[in-house]
């Protein structure tokens, strides 16, 4: 699978796991240099806290569209180490 925006491939790996409809690649599938630690964070019930990158390619930024669970609550705990993309990435077969 691959994670790109505006042309460029963000991500890349044939290690996926999907959940909730959004692939999780291995953190370390992701091209160096491109994202940007942000101060957002959100909740989910039983995924728990979320934390964001913004993506940073090409000259142009896309806030928080990188997503990651640091601890993650047992039940999610298959996507520890790995990041969803969204707000305009699309994902698709490499």
């Not at 409809?21 to 039983?46: A, I, M, Q």
């Not at 993506?55 to 930024?61: T, W």
């Not at 806030?63 to 969204?86: H, L, M, N, S």
Request: charged residues 20%; negative net charge; hydrophobic residues 35%.
């Amino acid at each position: 699978m691959q994670a790109v925006w505006n042309g460029v491939i963000i991500a890349e790996s044939d290690d996926t796991v999907v959940v909730e409809g959004n692939h999780y690649f291995p953190r370390e599938s992701v091209k160096p240099g491109l994202l940007e630690p942000s101060d957002t964070h959100s909740v989910c019930p039983w995924k728990g806290t979320a934390s964001y990158y913004t993506l940073v390619a090409d000259g142009q930024r896309n806030t928080d569209a990188v997503w990651f669970y640091p601890e993650p609550k047992p039940a999610a705990k298959e996507i520890t180490g790995r990041v969803a993309f969204w707000k305009g990435v699309v994902v698709k077969p490499g």
